[in-house]
């Protein structure tokens, strides 16, 4: 494993524990990184529940955009970049802020519940 967490692990004294907060995806599960972890003791990861994290915004978002470009035919390259441009300038015309619908208790009593459908599941 290489990159991003090294330089944590060089530039922070090696007095403190470093908790990391990371989306639910699966790299943190490579052998090669679970390896890493358990040499490198003061990480703690900590996982957004799944389906609040940003990373979700931008994949709904473009999931959004994939959908207008199938919707439509376009004759020509300069087209579907045309109507792509046209997309883009609407959304930035008519913005429309995320606000969170959970409250933090709500979000910290689902990431229990999945903490403890994670133990059943390891035994």
Known sequence: ???FPQ???KETPSGYDLHII???YATHKHA???EWLRKHSRFHLHFTPTGSSWMNLVERFFRD???HIRAESFPSL???IDSIINYLAFHSQTPKHYVWHKS???ILAK???ARTAQEVGKH
């Open 78 to 80: 300069a087209a579907l």
């Open 1 to 3: 494993m290489a990159g």
């Open 7 to 9: 330089k944590i692990d």
């Open 104 to 106: 933090g208790e709500e």
């Open 65 to 67: 955009l994939t959908d």
């Open 32 to 34: 090669k990184v679970k």
């Open 111 to 113: 990431i229990d519940k």
């Open 22 to 24: 990371l989306d639910n």
